[in-house]
């Protein structure tokens, strides 16, 4: 899979993973955020394993598809994106970030000074990298209480208020208990 502008483009394996996916229904649109409502559609709980693991492959594609290991560096580091979530890797695609790499889980140790590490980061996790010369930027949302939990399509991200804000200085220091 490979993405064209705000279209996807599906090798021959993709196309075969989404006929099995789709069986009897309409196949989705190929533009990235109709496609991702489909991904993120719920699934019925009698579906074959084989329909469910053809979805579950290209999820797992499409979330590979929006890293670009070849991009521009302009001389700085390289851009990480940190989420598992499809609807938050398009919403940050519409925002104008082209990631190096997407990564569901990120080791302290693996962004170098000059590096951008954007998603959702936890205070500990964004301090480190901080003190390391990481420019770290938080992909804040507030979801509503039934939002929280689900996976959000960049349409309802955009309802929730999603931003992004630069963690420029971060003081954590331990406390003891009360």
Do not use: N, Y
Request: with cysteine; charged share 25%.
């Amino acid at each position: 899979m490979r993405l064209a502008g705000d279209r996807l483009e599906l090798c021959a394996e993709e196309r075969e993973l989404l006929a099995i996916a789709c069986a009897d229904q309409a196949e989705p649109v190929c533009a990235i955020e109709p496609f991702v409502e489909w991904l993120l559609a719920p699934m019925s709980e009698h579906l074959p394993a084989l329909r469910h693991g053809a979805r579950m492959s290209l999820r797992a594609r499409f979330c590979e598809a929006f890293a670009d290991p070849d991009a521009a560096r302009d001389g700085k580091g390289i851009t990480w994106v940190v989420t598992r979530h499809p609807g938050a890797l398009v919403w940050l695609h519409i925002q104008g970030l082209r990631p190096h790499r997407v990564v569901a889980h990120l080791h302290p140790q693996e962004p170098a000074r000059g590096d951008v590490v954007a998603g959702v980061l936890s205070l500990s996790l964004a301090a480190v990298l901080h003190a390391r010369g990481v420019r770290c930027i938080h992909l804040a949302v507030d979801p509503s209480a039934l939002d929280r939990g689900r996976e959000l399509t960049p349409a309802r991200m955009r309802e929730c208020g999603a931003r992004l804000e630069a963690l420029d200085t971060i003081s954590l220091s331990a406390v003891s208990a009360c």
